[in-house]
């Protein structure tokens, strides 16, 4: 039973042009998202994140949108890159910096950003 | 900055063999984790550990343990591997307070048991 979701596994895009990347939940005590993103042969690096006490948090070309009510929190991506083609996880949280263990990660989308 | 280094990148096992996956840290970070990632379900927290000398279980701990003697250190240990465990292996740190959560990753171990 998979508390964060991202349904699709895969996205291509033409360079310069949006992408939108989503992700959703569906245990409520999630109150800290995160987006990571990996290249091949390398470990998750941290991109974003967004407290749930907002809904909209921008760093550069990334923004985060999140939806509360809706249990769902996009990362959009202005212009795309070819450089920005890798796999983006989702991950939430109970709370900012609590409890160790609480990650729990959704299962990932793989983008591909088109020259 | 060497940040989370894991050892060994890359490993084949036959069912039964034992093997140690180390994580090294130079962050001092307090917390340390283990995570399988297989294909379609994402990262899955296997142990972790709040600080030197302390191990919890996590989402999938079966066939697993762990050790965590110095703070920088953690250990994965397979006492009888399982063609079931093979998978990508990371291990993660994040400091004890004010990380807003983040977790940083090693390169992974690749792990492929026979």
């Known amino acids: 039973d998979q508390q964060v979701k991202q349904n699709s596994p895969s996205l291509s895009v033409q360079e310069g042009r949006i992408s939108i990347l989503n992700c959703d939940y569906t245990?409520?005590?999630?109150?800290?998202f995160l987006w990571y993103k990996k290249y091949p042969a390398e470990g998750p690096t941290f991109l974003i994140s967004?407290?749930?006490?907002?809904d909209k948090n921008e760093d550069g070309r990334f923004t985060v949108f999140l939806n509360k009510s809706a249990k769902h929190l996009s990362l959009h991506i202005v212009p795309s890159q070819p450089g920005d083609s890798a796999v983006y996880f989702c991950?939430?949280?109970?709370?900012?910096?609590?409890?160790?263990?609480?990650?729990?990660f959704g299962s990932g989308t793989q983008l591909t950003v088109l020259p | 900055n060497a940040g989370v280094t894991q050892t060994p990148k890359f490993r084949v096992l036959k069912t039964g063999q034992s093997m140690t996956l180390l994580c090294a840290q130079d962050?001092?970070?307090?917390?340390m984790y283990w995570y399988r990632q297989d294909p379609g379900m994402g990262l899955r927290l296997i142990h972790y550990?709040?600080?030197?000398?302390?191990?919890a279980k996590g989402e999938v701990p079966d066939g697993y343990n762990v050790s965590r003697l110095k703070k920088q250190n953690f250990l994965l240990g397979l006492e009888s591997a399982a063609p079931s465990q093979t998978s990508v292996y990371f291990c993660?740190?994040?400091?004890?307070?004010?990380?807003?959560?983040?977790?940083?990753f090693g390169a992974g171990t690749r792990l492929s048991v026979l």
């Open positions: 967004i407290s749930s006490i907002k």
């Open positions: 245990n409520s005590m999630f109150d800290y």
């Open positions: 962050m001092n970070h307090e917390y």
């Open positions: 993660a740190s994040k400091q004890l307070a004010g990380s807003k959560n983040i977790q940083y």
């Open positions: 550990s709040v600080g030197e000398g302390t191990t």
């Open positions: 991950a939430a949280s109970p709370s900012p910096s609590g409890s160790a263990r609480q990650l729990t």
